[in-house]
C-alpha cells in the first residue's frame, strides 16, 4: 500500500486525500497515517489543505523492463536476473544472500532499489539512500582466483561508473583512491566490493554501487562530508537509462579485467585521478597516520606516497585516504 501511495505522489503534483483514498481503496485518515510513514523512508511529503499532498520532488520509478530492453547487446543475454525492488536493506546484501549463479560462470546478477533501510558505505558507514532520489544498484559475478589476485578490480570497478556518468554529460568528474567518484571536490558516488568464496574459488564478487541524483536537502543532513548530486552538474538523466549503462559498462569491464587485468585501465585512472601529486594523508585505525605525496598507483592498484624521500605502496582495505 506504501508504495502504492509512492507511485501516486511521483508525479510532483497535488492529490487530494479523498481522490487517494479512492485510489488505494482505503479513507483519508489512512492516507494521512500512510503519509506520515514516508518520512522514515527519506520522502518528505508537503501537506497544504485545499489542495492534499504532493512529493517534495517528483521522480520517474524504475523500470525494469526499459532497464533489460536498453544494456548493451552483448550484455543482455549475460543478465541472469535483474531484479527491481521498492525497497531493500541493502542491494548487496540482497545479492549474497541468494544462491550464486549457476553455469554458466559468465552469468550475472543485478538488484536495484528505490530504497535502502541499510545501504552501506566503505568502512561501515551508512549509505544514505532516500527514495526515489538516487541510483541504489549492486551487480554479482563469479570470479577467479587469478583475476583477484592480479589486484586493482575494485580501480577498474570504479573508472566503469565514472565513464557511465561521463557518457551522460557529466564533466569535472574524478577518481579518489580507491574508488570514490567526486565532482568539484564533493562525492558524487561510491562502490562497496564485497567477496565470498573458498580458497581456489570460484569467488563470488558483489559491486554495490550509489550514485547521487537528487539528494533531498532533508536526507543530506545525515552525511558526514561534502557531497554532491548530478543536479548540481547540470546533468537530467533518467535512473533507468543510468542504471543500464553501468550494468553494461560492469560487465564489460570484468570481462576486459579478466583478460588483461589492471594494465588494461591505467590510462584511464591517470586521466581520472584526483590524488596524484597532492599532499595527502592515510589514516589506518591499526597504524599511525602517515603523510606523503601521492604518485599514482602501482601496478597492483596500490596507491604510492612518498614520505621523507621514499616511496611507499598502501593497499585498499588497509587504508582510506583524505585530501588535504
Same mark, same amino acid.
Given at each position: ?11 510532483? /503534483?497535488?492529490?487530494?486525500? @479523498?481522490?487517494? %483514498?479512492?485510489? $488505494?481503496?482505503? !479513507?483519508? +485518515? *489512512? ?92 568502512? /561501515?558507514?551508512?549509505?544514505? @539512500?532516500?527514495? %526515489?532520489?538516487? $541510483?541504489?544498484? !549492486?551487480? +554479482? *559475478? ?97 535512473? @533507468? ?7 553494461? !559498462? ?75
Amino acid at each position: 500500500m506504501r508504495y502504492r501511495l509512492i507511485e501516486l505522489l511521483a508525479d510532483g /503534483g497535488f492529490h487530494s486525500g @479523498s481522490s487517494l %483514498g479512492l485510489q $488505494l481503496g482505503i !479513507s483519508r +485518515a *489512512a492516507i494521512w497515517k500512510h503519509v506520515k510513514a514516508l518520512g522514515e523512508m527519506g520522502l518528505e511529503v508537503h501537506a497544504v489543505r485545499g489542495r492534499g499532498y504532493r512529493l517534495a520532488y517528483n521522480f520517474e520509478p524504475l523500470d525494469g523492463q526499459g532497464i533489460q530492453k536498453q544494456l548493451g547487446e552483448s550484455v543482455r543475454p549475460r543478465i541472469q536476473t535483474l531484479e527491481v525492488f521498492p525497497a531493500v536493506d541493502s542491494t548487496s546484501d540482497y545479492l549474497k544472500r541468494i544462491q550464486q549463479p549457476s553455469p554458466p560462470d559468465d552469468m550475472v546478477r543485478v538488484c536495484i532499489a528505490e530504497w535502502q533501510s541499510a545501504g552501506r558505505g566503505r568502512r /561501515g558507514r551508512r549509505w544514505v @539512500s532516500p527514495y %526515489g532520489a538516487n $541510483l541504489y544498484l !549492486s551487480l +554479482a *559475478a563469479q570470479v577467479s582466483e587469478a583475476m583477484l589476485g592480479s589486484g586493482g578490480l575494485s580501480l577498474a570497478v570504479a573508472i566503469a561508473v565514472a565513464e557511465s556518468l561521463q557518457a551522460c554529460g557529466l564533466k569535472d568528474a574524478g577518481l579518489k583512491w580507491p574508488n570514490d567518484i567526486y565532482y568539484q571536490g564533493r562525492k558524487l558516488a561510491g562502490i562497496l566490493l564485497d567477496l565470498a568464496g573458498e580458497s581456489g574459488g570460484p569467488y563470488r564478487i558483489v559491486i554495490g554501487v550509489g550514485v547521487n541524483l537528487k539528494l533531498p536537502v532533508s536526507a543530506a543532513r545525515d552525511i558526514d562530508q561534502p557531497w554532491a548530486d548530478l543536479s548540481q552538474s547540470g546533468v537530467s538523466v533518467n535512473r @533507468s537509462e543510468l542504471a543500464a549503462l553501468i550494468i553494461t !559498462s560492469l560487465v564489460r569491464t570484468l570481462d576486459l579485467f579478466n583478460e588483461h587485468g589492471l594494465r588494461a585501465f591505467i590510462k584511464d585512472w591517470e586521466r581520472l585521478d584526483l590524488v596524484s601529486g597532492r599532499a595527502v594523508e592515510l589514516h589506518n585505525e591499526h597504524k599511525p597516520m602517515i603523510k606523503g605525496v601521492a604518485r599514482g598507483i602501482d601496478p597492483r592498484g596500490a596507491l604510492l606516497i612518498e614520505h621523507d624521500g621514499v616511496t611507499r605502496s598502501y593497499h585498499a582495505g588497509e587504508v582510506s585516504i583524505r585530501l588535504s
